[in-house]
């Protein structure tokens, strides 16, 4: 059985997640973070692609101590399992994510990728293989169920979150909504990637539930699945 996929983004009121030169902004508050850190609690695993390792080194790691210790009451890790999806094996040996909190790493990567890059990696983490040139997301999902993974929390970036979107993997998606404008039109929202042509693609969200959160809103969907889509 396939994972539960949930997208948490935050974007600025245009719908930006970034300058144009990839820079973090911080777009919620306190209260959103908290929010967004029980989220990750609450998950088997966490998943970032390697564009958001490289620019912003995450831990993906769960701050708060009262969360820490009721994962451990649970008899689960004090974080989730941290997985990375690098199609060639590019994540540094000394990002963050490898090395920050206890608990298990994922690095997922294709065929392509470098063998003497995948050993350094087994050092830290495990690998998987899924997919020749690019990391076929479909195969990973069915390889993350199979290792007892269920509800996966993925925080970034546009170009992982588009291709598990296409794949008709995403279930539910959180968008919080800030009080500030980024502009530009190289700056990248949280789904890049070519983008749909036929109205027919366009994924459909049903609305779940909105919440205002200090200066912005909450904004919680469901994704139709392929079959919802036809009707």
């Known amino acids: 059985m396939r994972p539960c996929v949930v997208v948490n983004v935050a974007m600025s009121a245009d719908g930006?997640?970034?300058?144009?030169?990839?820079?973090?902004?911080?777009?919620?508050g306190a209260l959103d973070f908290q929010r967004v850190d029980r989220l990750k609690a609450g998950s088997d695993a966490v998943m970032v692609g390697i564009g958001t390792v490289l620019a912003d080194d995450p831990s993906l790691t769960v701050k708060s101590e009262e969360y820490r210790v009721n994962r451990r009451h649970q008899g689960f890790d004090e974080h989730p399992v941290?997985?990375?999806?690098?199609?060639n094996a590019?994540?540094?040996?000394?990002?963050?994510v490898l090395h920050k909190g206890e608990g298990k790493r994922i690095v997922a990567v294709?065929?392509?990728?470098?063998?003497r890059k995948i050993a350094?990696?087994?050092?830290?983490?495990?690998?998987?293989?899924a997919g020749e040139n690019e990391v076929d997301l479909v195969v990973l999902m069915d390889k993350l169920g199979e290792m007892g993974i269920r509800r996966v929390m993925v925080e970034?970036?546009?170009?992982?979150?588009?291709?598990?979107?296409?794949?008709?993997?995403?279930?539910?998606?959180y968008t919080?909504?800030?009080?500030?404008?980024?502009?530009?039109?190289?700056?990248?929202?949280?789904?890049?990637g070519e983008g749909?042509?036929?109205?027919?693609?366009?994924s459909r969200l049903t609305l779940l539930e909105t919440q205002r959160i200090e200066n912005g809103v909450l904004l919680h969907w469901a994704v139709q699945n392929p079959e919802e889509k036809k009707d």
């Open 196 to 202: 749909y042509i036929m109205e027919s693609a366009f």
């Open 156 to 173: 970034g970036g546009g170009t992982l979150i588009a291709g598990l979107i296409n794949a008709g993997l995403v279930n539910e998606i």
């Open 120 to 129: 350094a990696l087994q050092k830290n983490a495990t690998v998987i293989t």
């Open 110 to 115: 294709s065929g392509r990728a470098d063998p």
């Open 82 to 87: 941290r997985i990375v999806v690098d199609s």
């Open 176 to 192: 919080f909504i800030g009080n500030i404008i980024i502009g530009g039109k190289d700056s990248p929202t949280f789904v890049d």
């Open 16 to 28: 930006k997640i970034s300058t144009r030169e990839r820079r973090q902004v911080k777009i919620s």
């Open 90 to 96: 590019r994540i540094p040996p000394a990002a963050s």
